[in-house]
């Protein structure tokens, strides 16, 4: 046993049982039927826990689970090492209905043809950690180099594989879930990877595969204030060519698609142009949600003829950026609501964007452009077609800055300004769209769609909470709520959005010092902190009687601990989450050109009558909504704004992110500082502060371009 265990088959089993190993464990739940022979072995680092060796055989678990002795009951993700189940040098194995835990790889497929798994779960794999009890942890993935996707491992690692196909299987909480590499003809279909935090699925140098109709939601992780660092729900990187990805879901991920090539593109100084290296090329990425991401629904760069053919890139912040893309056909996509541009493409050669749909674009609907460096006339941006497109209340429709040969032709604008001097100068000689929907790839396209499962259902379509503000970090990947009574989550530092999961109802008791918001959107209960939000637009046009409710109830910290449970009682789930109460007076200020040099300057313009002056629970400013209220614009502002805060007696980290100035006073004591233009930058200091009640004033401002401003503190320990 110290060595290993053979199993010599048949072996039927009719009791559950466990066989307790030196490098883990098998748990038999359930009659377990193997058919051929297998090997369990003490896992060292060449070695699995359990080791198929032959071929042409069909394996059902029933249920059983193969656990590591650092299994996700007892261990730190990131220290998980081995491999569960090793499949090498085989061919035709089936495997069903089995879990697997706790390892670096929890399956590993090596140089097998028609391996088949069914019905498996491989959730809970290694994965670096991306939060501590401090907060979010910024690591950012390497995408370019396999050799450092190794060391992250993956639920699923399928490597010189042929012919494989996955089905009914998940592999979520963990950092990777499916990953091929040098892999062909496999097939992932109707699984779920969602809720990783780094790739959901993952392709490197891997060509003529189907990722079809599968769950990749929430892939993300936090990066340098906000999410990304390169996670994506889908990741294709380095020569992966003919991939046909449909019908997937992958909301909310760092990027929803991510493409690109080996070397994040290259100067080549002999030629003095670009030299690209692992270019993916002539992908079909159809019928797929990739909405609500921080970053881009979309990300296809460095590469060549990909199609994306009636995708959806909402709410996100761009929906196509795919920078040294040649030859990019744009079909019938949906765009709506992005913060910057829909599609971005500089040195883009070649791109066809047809009968797309732009809505409440940001920035630049369709922005297509080429530097001016000498580099940059060695890929220019020509040869490009936009048109039968929509655009409806868009900021600006078309930008094709420094380009050349391009016809923009039979586009609609409703709500939206016609582009100007843009006279068509290129003749069409091929119908892009003609020719796709006439190929032999369209054809596969729509068998891939006959496959697609009796009632499934895209995220976005299952009625579950949307949007960044359910993004939560947890240690090892985003916190998933799916399998809860609700889903929750704190949109300001006092009021927290409770989502019901529970189609019988949810009845909440609160404590006695939080309300209940009625006004709340479908399906969300809003609790908040007294005072109330409809108290604090009373205090609004009463500025003293303001500032004596600061002095009556000045913020603390408090835990709030909600307890939901069904309407047939028979589940009940309790949850503890650390609020702060109270409130800032704010002050709004026109900025009239100050140097921040001039303190007088400073101290008079705060001295004097705001343009508004308000009450705010939360001191928060964030690109992606209005930032500042409408009297002050969005540029050349500033702010002063105070609080009055009860601390018990110790140390406290405050902490803040801004851009531009900011300047924090504690008992008028200058406590952080950075007075000056600059990008988002972050800062914290560390202060003792006695116990009692404490003011903290902080002054703001805000040049132009980026705005953002967040403000909080904890205490150390």
Known sequence: LSKMILCILPIFMQQPGQFALPGGQISIGRSVRVQKAVKIYKPRSSEACLEITADD????????????????????????????????????????????????????????????????????????????????????????DVSAWRTY???????????CSITGCHATSAQNGAVLVSSRDCTLHNCDFSFNSGWGVALWDSSSNIISYNLID????????GWG????GVAVANACHHNFFVGNSFTHGGDGFFLSDKVNGGFDAATKGFKFEGSSNDNIVADNDGSWSPNNAFEGTFSQRNIYYKNRAEDSGYGFWLGYSTDSLILENDIRRIRSDGIAIEQGAGTRVIKNRFDQVGGVAVHLWSGTNPEHLTRPSKNLEVR???????????????????????????????????????????????????????????????????????YRERLMPAGPQWLQPEAYAPRDFRKKLFAWTKIDVGTIDLFSLDPTGLYLDLPAWMSSDKNAPPKITRVQCDPSAEELSEFQAEPTRMSEELKREPGEFKVARITGRSADGKRKETIEIPVKTGFWIVDWFKLPGLAYTDQDGWTKLFASKPVRREARKQLFVEPSSAPFPAEVGNSNVAMAARTLFRFKEGKYRFFSLSDDGIRVFLDNREILSRWNHHGPTSDEAVVQINAGVHEIRVEYCQEDGYAVLRLDWEKVG
Not at 67 to 90: D, N, W
Not at 229 to 232: E, L, R, T, V, Y
Not at 428 to 457: C, M, N, Y
């Open 57 to 144: 055989i069909v394996i059902d678990f029933q249920g059983a689970a193969i656990l590591s002795e650092t299994s996700p009951e007892k261990g730190k993700q990131e220290a998980f090492g081995g491999t569960g189940i090793l499949i090498r040098g085989r061919k035709n194995v089936t495997l069903k209905n089995v879990r697997v835990a706790g390892y670096q790889f929890n399956i590993l497929v090596e140089n097998s043809k028609n391996v088949r798994l069914e019905g498996c779960d491989f959730d809970v794999s290694r994965s670096i950690r991306m939060a501590s009890e401090k907060g979010p942890i910024d690591t950012f993935l390497n995408l370019r």
């Open 153 to 163: 491992g993956a639920g699923l690692w399928i490597e010189n594989g042929t012919g």
């Open 218 to 225: 929430f892939v993300n992780r936090p990066w340098a204030g």
């Open 229 to 232: 660092g390169d996670a994506a």
């Open 388 to 458: 039968g497109n929509e655009f409806r209340a868009c900021r600006t429709a078309v930008s094709l800055e420094n380009s050349s040969d391009y016809a923009v032709v039979d586009n609609t604008f409703i709500d939206t300004p016609k582009p100007q001097g843009l006279a068509s100068t290129l003749v069409l000689e091929v119908d892009a769209e003609h020719q796709f929907l006439q190929s032999a790839d369209f054809l596969k396209l729509r068998a891939i769609e006959a496959t697609k499962p009796a009632g499934w259902k895209l």
